[in-house]
């Protein structure tokens, strides 16, 4: 079998605590990932922020009422509308990613065994396990995409 550190990404690409949604969707949308790491000003983890999390607290400030049941925007707008949409777009953005970020992170060590991992994220319904050292600070992070690769390249190994 295998541990954290075996399959790890690093470095890990994360969010501070500080930054603005604004700037962890550009990361998002950048590097084509779901959800990010977020760390404090001494690399410490401090929480998690998944696009999950942003569509869910958008929806608390209904920033996209625009949009109507059937996921398009309504060609049958009234013009005051677009000017609520765009304050809420902006307010969006603005947010700071402290205020959506999931805090209760469900973490691990780089000696963690991959059974224990796939069991965590099975048990916590989660997609990314973050890796820290003995101080809290991030070291890699392991994501489905990291497992199904593990295990492709194993599969591939032992298939000559």
């Not at 060609?75 to 005051?80: A, K, N, R, V």
């Not at 991030?138 to 032992?158: H, K, P, Q, V, W």
Request: net charge negative.
């Amino acid at each position: 079998m295998f541990n954290a550190i075996d399959i790890m990404t690093t470095p890990v690409i994360s969010a501070r605590s500080d930054n603005t949604l604004q700037e962890v969707v550009q990361i998002l949308a950048e590097k084509r990932i779901s959800g990010l790491p977020v760390v404090d000003s001494e690399n410490k983890l401090v929480g998690v922020i998944s696009e999950k999390d942003i569509v869910d607290y958008s929806s608390q400030l209904h920033s996209i009422r625009l949009i109507n049941s059937s996921a398009w925007i309504s060609p049958h707008l009234d013009i005051s509308m677009i000017a609520s949409y765009k304050k809420g777009v902006e307010l969006l953005a603005s947010t700071i990613v402290e205020k959506v970020m999931t805090k209760n992170v469900v973490s691990a060590k780089e000696n963690t065994s991959g059974e224990e991992i796939v069991r965590l994220m099975k048990k916590k319904n989660v997609n990314r396990v973050p890796i820290t050292d003995d101080d809290g600070i991030l070291i890699g992070i392991i994501t489905r995409a990291d497992l199904i690769n593990y295990f492709a390249s194993m599969e591939s190994a032992t298939s000559y």
